[in-house]
């Protein structure tokens, strides 16, 4: 044997015997969305707890173009866990819509916060009405986003043709600068409230915040069961100072199906037992717990989710049991 061979072997017993055998490493990518909104910080956080909290895991954040392309990276593999809201949830699970009769690999893992649909225009247009879209310059989310999914719902749903108007498809925060610029004239935001990217907009420009009426709130929610009908809270932005009639919509971290039982049960572990870190990063935060995990839940828990809220006593419906 020659020497170098036995200096390795002796090297290698040496770190199995002293327990010095670096660990496996389990690396896992969260699908977010822009940089723009609320999912990329607090899938930022989710991944600090994870990579802090978990042993052998490193989790990192990744910009994607949210919500249908998060379930379609899940499904595949390539992010294992995403961002998602509600209705993009259904959708992928049971093969509507734009994942055309293709249903995706994926169960709920935890609630995150609700989003708000935010129709935003600058005062001086003079459009108060979802309606007055048609014919005009906008933006309805980028492509594939869980924004653009949920415009295109309203419109569907309020009988406004996909083909009314020009669509610059933008992310948050092109779609501020677009506005700010005058190359569009109303942007859409499904996201937390507030966000930056429409604070920003706020303080060199007055905005304004498309309010629904009742009927059309009515169709909205009878259209899909992800919606409900909700306001966005007086003085979120500079010069909203009333509450805005609107639609909501729950966000969820969703995780490819054929995740390791035991590993998600260390993941949900981590982040209800440290949600503290994750509300420090955004209020909206305080809306992920074990509880309404089974409160709002769209499709079905993972496994490991179910584990770890059994271990808590929380009763599991079975419309959430895969």
């Known amino acids: 044997m020659k020497r170098t061979h036995i200096i390795l072997s002796i090297l290698f017993l040496t770190l199995v015997f002293t327990g010095a055998v670096v660990a496996k490493t389990t690396f896992i990518s969260i699908g977010t969305g822009g940089t723009g909104g609320v999912y990329y910080p607090y899938g930022g956080g989710v991944a600090e707890i994870w990579s802090k909290h978990v042993k052998g895991v490193r989790a990192v954040a990744e910009v994607t173009g949210a919500s249908v392309e998060n379930v379609k990276l899940a499904h595949k593999g390539e992010t294992v866990i995403g961002e998602v809201m509600a209705d993009s949830v259904i959708a992928g699970y049971e093969g509507l819509s734009k994942f055309k009769g293709k249903k995706h690999n994926i169960l709920s893992m935890a609630i995150m916060y609700p989003n708000v649909l935010q129709v935003v225009t600058l005062k001086k247009s003079g459009i108060t009405n979802i309606e007055q879209v048609k014919g005009r310059n906008i933006s309805t989310g980028s492509p594939g986003s869980g924004t653009n999914f949920m415009t295109e719902a309203v419109f569907n749903a309020l009988g ?26 109303v942007g859409f935001w499904c996201v937390g409230p507030p966000t930056s990217s429409i ?98 839940a769209p499709i079905p828990l993972h496994p490991g989710t179910i584990k770890y809220l059994k271990e808590k006593n929380i009763a599991i419906p079975a419309r959430l049991i895969p």
Do not use: C, W
């Open 160 to 185: 406004i043709p996909l083909d009314s108007y020009k669509d610059s498809r933008l992310s948050f925060t092109e779609s501020a600068n677009a506005l700010r610029d005058g190359t569009i004239e």
């Open 199 to 296: 604070m920003d907009l706020s303080t060199t420009h007055d905005i304004s915040i498309i309010e629904f009426t009742p009927e059309q709130a009515k169709k909205i929610v009878a259209y899909n069961k992800a919606y409900t009908s909700v306001d966005l809270f007086a003085g979120a932005y500079r010069g909203i100072d009333k509450a805005v009639p609107t639609i909501g919509v729950m966000n969820v971290i969703i995780a490819q199906k054929s995740l390791d039982t035991d590993l998600v049960y260390n993941l949900v572990k981590a982040l209800y037992e440290h949600n503290d870190y994750l509300v420090k990063i955004h209020p909206l935060a305080a809306f992920t717990t074990p509880e309404n995990a089974v409160k709002y």
